[in-house]
């Protein structure tokens, strides 16, 4: 029997990861299921099977993507040299380009109310982001553009759910200049 290349199984698996994130936006986390992405990939369920156990383990290969995404996002803009203004408003930019992905998005959240096991990954997912930007804050206190009175947890935990509101302005119609130059402003207010 031959023996699969590691290199191959994860390239199968980003294939598989990028197909599914297709059909999840077309069709919603809830109504998707395991046969739709191996139709859509041109495999058998059980070879998804061989790379994710559950629909819920292929999200969060999803989202493990998404957070890579933006932890590559947020070193970008701040080793571009900047202010910590021009910092933000990159990081913005940057991971607001795709804004396709905004009402599945929020449908995933939805459905994680009621999928304790989508939940998990929901959350593990916030854990993990609210750590990378409380380290950039961290360093920003460092430099002197915060002050060390500031909790740099809490200022991630609202600056997440600041971004997530201004996600849903987006989702519902209002334009990006707008929203950025909100996401903006407030940045420089805390700075």
Request: hydrophobic fraction near 40%.
């Amino acid at each position: 029997m031959p023996r699969v290349v590691p290199e191959y199984k994860e390239q199968a698996k980003g294939r598989i990861v990028q197909a599914a994130l297709e059909v999840f936006r077309k069709k919603g986390y809830y109504a998707t299921t395991m046969d739709d992405v191996a139709e859509r990939i041109g495999v058998s369920k059980g070879a998804l099977y061989l790379y994710f156990k559950s629909k819920e383990d292929l999200y969060k290969s999803i989202l493990n993507a998404s957070f890579q995404d933006m932890t590559d996002s947020l070193r970008s803009a701040a080793s571009s040299g900047g202010t910590p203004a021009q910092t933000c408003e990159a990081f913005f930019d940057n991971l607001t380009r795709d804004t396709a992905s905004l009402g599945h998005s929020f449908e995933v959240i939805s459905e994680a109310s009621r999928n304790p096991a989508l939940a998990k990954v929901v959350k593990d997912y916030y854990r993990d982001t609210t750590e990378v930007i409380e380290e950039c804050m961290k360093e920003l206190r460092k430099e002197g553009a915060l002050g060390k009175e500031v909790d740099t947890h809490l200022l991630a935990q609202g600056l997440i759910a600041f971004f997530d509101g201004l996600m849903i302005c987006l989702a519902v119609g209002f334009e990006r200049p707008e929203v950025r130059k909100i996401f903006a402003e407030l940045m420089k207010a805390i700075m």
